[in-house]
């Protein structure tokens, strides 16, 4: 399956891997670069790792504070990989996940139980999507917000204003709508003057003439954009935003 990502992945313009091994369990952590998000190719994926016995994780669905835990106690000291390598790291798993079989019979998962999966968006299409209860995105507050964003496709670039906010994502009032799984570059202007930038995921178009636009879900790894972002947040539960 490792060794196949790249027929698996056919749109990436560029693969990373790691390795992660540790006592109890082994991981890979795939990192793609590719225009759009190539949902069907990610589902076909998880598909194929749950069908191993192991476990499928989108990190980009966590909060920055829950990814970056999960980053550190699965894959912290791994082995990292560039995309042609894909067959070091394919054997790189096989001898850890040999080793965990032969001190053991118990069954070696391929990676940590992730939470939840992320279901489908809530009743008020205007709703960036949250995970379900018990997961770490669904602890994110929304708020209702209007702030000024520019985003950019390959083919647009327009100025509209972001109705509400959260960890997760933000919805954008708009006649111009992207297609879902499509990927824009976003610059929001937050009111103390700072911007968000930084790449995001149309995770739903709303079709309304007069309330219609996208929801977008935040990709970006970013420390500057997660701090920032944060801080707002802060502030608007504070009552100083």
Do not use: C
């Not at 829950?66 to 042609?84: M, N, S, V, W, Y």
């Amino acid at each position: 399956m490792v060794e196949g990502l790249g027929d698996m992945l056919p749109t990436a313009q560029s693969l990373q891997l790691v390795v992660g091994a540790r006592e109890d369990q082994a991981g890979v952590e795939v990192k793609v670069e590719a225009p759009g998000y190539p949902r069907a190719s990610v589902d076909k994926l998880a598909d194929e790792v749950k069908r191993s016995g192991g476990s499928f994780v989108e990190l980009w669905r966590l909060p920055k504070a829950e990814r970056d835990a999960f980053r550190t106690t699965t894959f912290a000291g791994g082995r990292p990989f560039g995309g042609e390598d894909r067959a070091g790291a394919a054997r790189a798993l096989a001898q850890h996940l040999t080793a965990l079989a032969t001190r053991s019979t118990a069954p070696t998962p391929v990676l940590p139980t992730p939470p939840p999966p992320v279901t489908a968006p809530e009743q008020d299409p205007r709703r960036v999507p949250q995970a379900p209860p018990g997961s770490p995105q669904r602890r994110g507050r929304r708020f209702a917000v209007r702030l000024e964003l520019e985003f950019r496709t390959e083919l647009e670039f327009v100025r509209e204003h972001a109705l509400n906010i959260s960890n997760g994502g933000l919805f954008v009032r708009t006649a111009h709508r992207p297609l879902p799984d499509s990927v824009v570059t976003v610059d929001v202007k937050l009111p103390n003057g700072e911007h968000l930038q930084g790449d995001a995921v149309v995770v739903h178009v709303l079709d309304d003439p007069y309330s219609g636009g996208v929801g977008l879900a935040f990709l970006s790894d970013d420390a500057t954009f997660a701090r920032t972002l944060d801080g707002y947040l802060a502030s608007l539960a504070g009552g100083t935003g």
